[in-house]
Every structure is written in structure tokens, then in C-alpha cells.
């Protein structure tokens, strides 16, 4: 089985099921892959977290991707659907990363409609240049179309960069990820760009199993917020050659992550 090499994050989740499907589903078949693929994925997610307000915000986002790969490459638009519950202060922020704009409103309320657009782009380094490593670098783009007056979305584009590298070692494959965010800049507050860094490896249960774990830190963009760090664990289940399903929770080690959350997608692959 071919290795992972990318963390599977809030929002980052959009492109991952497609890429779990395309790596455990190529090792389950006997006849090559084709060199052009086209899958969807869809799923909920789940999150719930104090953000270092008293009380907790839940943010559920009902997750919709497709997923082009041909040669070394790959491109995937992912649009979300989000329902945030909780003080009002809180906005969906760079990388689906929350935002605390104004740490003094404590009034609840619910908010929910689509959120921002995300655009990525996945090159994957050849083999004959990397050797035993599999090394991908990612340019990403979130086009902002969530509505910034209910707290879907800063307002503004942002971009993001990460290079994700692993290496099979048996039923093995352990990764790094190194990523950098770059907010835009809306007019109410301001946000800063900031590292992302990931470890974790992946293991082979069975022919059609696949684990994952990792422990995540992404830096904050916001002076109101911590830094978020957090563990994170999936199971992927290659059901048939053209269908997978991820389950997957995840827990919060600082204030400026999640406390907890989970989830689960489907891919299949179309063409």
C-alpha cells in the first residue's frame, strides 16, 4: 500500500477521503490505475471546543469535495456547509481554523449556511527523484463565499502552502507535514500568517484497512487565541474498488483547539 502523507484536518478533511480512497484502493487491485481519476467524497464533521470562553461552541459542517488526479497531480474544490452554535464572538477563520473576534459577547445564537470555497493543488514529487520518500507539496486557496455577517467566513481570500512527506517502512508509513497560512485582511479584526506542523504514520490493518494517527499543531492567526494542538486519529475501510469510508476523532490538547470531535466521509471513485 501506497503511503499517506498528509495529516486529515478540519477543512483539509475536504480533499483526504479522496486521497485515503485513491491510495488503499489502488493497493486492492491487481490492474494498474488509470492515469486519470475523478472521485467525490462527502460527510459530517463534528467539533466542540471553549475557544477560552466559558462556555462551548459546537461547529458541525456537512463536508463536499471532488477530486481530479491525473499524472502528478492532483486538484480538489471542496464547499462546506456550516452550522456554528455558540457565543457569537467566534468566526470561521483561514483554514476553517475559528477565529475569537470579540472575547466581551457572550450572547448564543446559531449560524449556519455555506462557507468558504476551497481550491487546492497537489503535486507529487517522482519517485525516480525522492527515492524510498514519497514527498507531495500542496498550494491552497479559500475563496471567500461564506457570508462574513453571520461568522461563516473572514471575508477575505487566504492562502496556504504545505509539503507532506513519508516513507513506507513495512506496514509502516511514517509522515511529516509542514504547512504555512496566510489570512487575509478583514476590515473588524486582524489576523496574522502562521505555521502548521504535523507527525504522525500510518498502518496497514488488512488489505482493505487502513490506520492512521498523528498529533497536529497549527499556529494561531488570531492575538485573541491560542495555538491549536491536538491528536488525531482515522480508520479507512476500502468497501469496494470504487468506495471507502473514514471514520476518524480527534482531541484537544490546548485552548485553542477543539476539545474533542469526530467524524465520517465517504468517497467513491466516478471515473
Known sequence: MKPVGKQIRKYALLGAAALVFGVSAASAQDAPASDTSVSLSTGLDYSSGHYGSARATDILVAL????????????????????????????????????????????????KGWGDLNLSTTYSVPSDLTGDYQVDLTGRLKVPTGDEGRGLSSGEADLGF??????????????????????????????????????????????????????????TISSTLADSQQLFSSLSWVATDSLTFTAYGEYGLSSGAPKGGGGLLASWKVL
Open 162 to 219: 504545505s509539503v507532506d512527506v513519508s516513507r513506507q517502512i513495512g506496514l509502516w508509513a511514517p509522515f511529516v507535514s509542514f504547512g504555512y497560512r496566510v489570512p487575509g485582511s478583514p476590515t473588524a479584526y486582524s489576523l496574522v500568517s502562521a505555521p502548521s506542523f504535523s507527525v504522525g504514520t500510518s498502518y496497514q490493518l488488512g488489505e482493505r484497512l487502513l490506520m492512521i494517527a498523528s498529533y497536529d499543531f497549527d499556529g
Open 64 to 111: 463536499s469535495d471532488v477530486t481530479v488526479k491525473t499524472g502528478d497531480f492532483q486538484f480538489t474544490a471542496a464547499l462546506p456547509y456550516v452550522t456554528i452554535t455558540g457565543p457569537a464572538f467566534l468566526v470561521v477563520g483561514a483554514g476553517g481554523v475559528p477565529v475569537v473576534v470579540n472575547p466581551g459577547r457572550t450572547a448564543d445564537k446559531e449560524r
